[in-house]
């Protein structure tokens, strides 16, 4: 890969940012001389996006601050349909009102990372519903589709992965690469859009509406992506052991999402510092050249920094404070995640695994009894054993509080409501 001229592009490819370009020398030419309007797609498969997507936001946050104009996509009128890209099957199909709820959910997240207005920098959030729901399908068919080979279409990964193994790819899949290539298009004529990123498993969608763009006469598209990341271990990015690590605050309290950020495997530390964070690359290199017992101080610097872009500085630090006091000094924290439960079945007593289930330290009673045979559960602080265990009102602390331990670091406080 060639040494960038363009601030953008060599600021994505010092951090690790960049997997496949599809003209570097022409997209850089085009960063160096104009500001350039770029745009990422976001399916409204849940109401928020989880950590798994955060490389996409940061690529549009650089962009940004680079100088040049992002565009969030969401995905409104795709979403009716679904990616089927590298699935096994099908997507189960959203009502018109699931996918308005959760794009109203997915907005929340971005004005942590990017400024909205009108002026020629200021970021833009556009829902592809807006022309795709309004499509009178015979002149789509006649205008759009007679420029796609079907033969190409089933020479890409996404779709090949899914007839070698004999799953079923159903007609309505098949058109997404077709709704996907015309956004481009779309987002061409209407906002100047050249330019459009993701991560690596759209290579193919993203090629599409370039050589669509060709064949409809805008001016010249390009592609860009990201690598598909995992943990060093393998683990897919944006999930823990209990769900998947949201990005909403009603979701997932700043805390967790601290604390999922602190346990990061110490292979993964410098290269997370480089996606996630704004750091100085200079600090970055200072930070990933510790090691020892110091590495475990860099993950503290890791997490506060991811913290406080989503959540704000304030919230970061506050989590950074509550798991010392937990963990270093054995305190109690006030902010610790906290749940209600009835004051009639803490009286009653209410049983240790459905306990657990309810405080999302397990999906399921069975995963909750392995937890509890392996040692890995204390109540205030002290072991139990037994998966027959009732919590009551005799556990409820002088904070009013029974504290829940799942192994070191996960804690819940059980309130009674």
Known sequence: MSAFKSDFLRTLQERGFIHQVSDETGLDELFSREIVTAYIG??????????????????????????????????????????????DEARKLMTPETIQSNIDGIKKVFSNYLTFGEGPRDALMVNNAD??????????????????????????????????????????????????????????????????????????????????????DTPQLFALTSPLLTTSSGAKMGKSLSGAVWLNPDMLSAYDFWQYWRNTEDADVSRFLKLYTTLPMDEIARLSALGGSEINEVKKILATEI????????????????????????????????????????????????????????????????????????????????????VGTAEIGEAGVIKLSLGKKKHILVRAA
């Open 42 to 87: 976001f399916d409204p498969t849940a109401a928020s996006l989880h950590a798994g997507g955060l490389i996409q936001i940061m690529m549009l946050h650089w962009m940004q601050q680079t100088g040049h104009r992002p565009i969030a996509l969401m995905g409104g009128g795709t979403g009716m349909v679904g990616d089927p890209s590298f699935k």
């Open 131 to 216: 022309w795709l729901l309004g499509i009178n399908y015979l002149d789509f068919l006649r205008d759009v589709g007679r420029h796609f080979s079907v033969n190409r279409m089933l020479s890409f990964d996404s779709v090949k992965t899914r007839l070698d193994r004999e799953q079923s790819l159903s007609f309505l899949e098949f058109n997404y690469m077709i709704l996907q290539a015309y956004d481009f298009v779309e987002l061409s004529k209407r906002t100047g859009t050249r330019l459009q990123m993701g991560g690596s498993d759209q290579w193919g969608n993203i090629i599409n509406g370039i050589d669509l763009g060709h064949r409809m």
């Open 307 to 390: 913290t406080a872009m989503l959540h704000g500085r304030d919230n970061a630090e506050q989590a950074a404070e509550t798991a010392r006091k937990t963990f270093e000094e054995g305190a109690l924290a006030s902010d610790l995640p906290t749940i209600d439960v009835p004051t009639a079945d803490l009286e009653s007593g209410i049983g240790l695994l459905a306990l657990m289930v309810t405080a999302k330290l397990a999906a399921s009673n069975g995963e909750a009894r392995r937890h509890v045979q392996g040692g890995a559960v204390r109540i205030n602080d002290k072991p139990v054993s037994d998966e027959r265990t009732l």
